[in-house]
């Protein structure tokens, strides 16, 4: 997750974003992986225990990394 918020704040320099549309594509680029994967993957039987391990640790993790995001961004 913090390497998604790495790469936007990299991007974002030379796509011009500034200000509040910056902090948005970083945060944006931090969240969480979605619920919508692991209902994918139970549907098509697509290692469904790995994506929802994976969707499930990446959630909890946020409130760790989203924290810390905001007090550098």
């Known amino acids: 997750?913090?390497?998604?918020?790495?790469?936007?704040?990299?991007?974002?320099?030379?796509?011009?974003?500034?200000?509040v549309e910056r902090g948005a594509g970083i945060f944006q680029a931090s969240m969480p992986t979605a619920i919508l994967a692991s209902i994918i993957a139970l549907e098509y039987d697509l290692v469904p225990n790995f994506v929802t391990t994976t969707v499930l640790f990446s959630t909890v993790a946020s409130a760790l990394t989203l924290t810390l995001l905001m007090a550098f961004v």
């Open 1 to 19: 997750m913090l390497g998604g918020a790495a790469l936007a704040l990299l991007l974002a320099a030379p796509f011009g974003l500034m200000g």
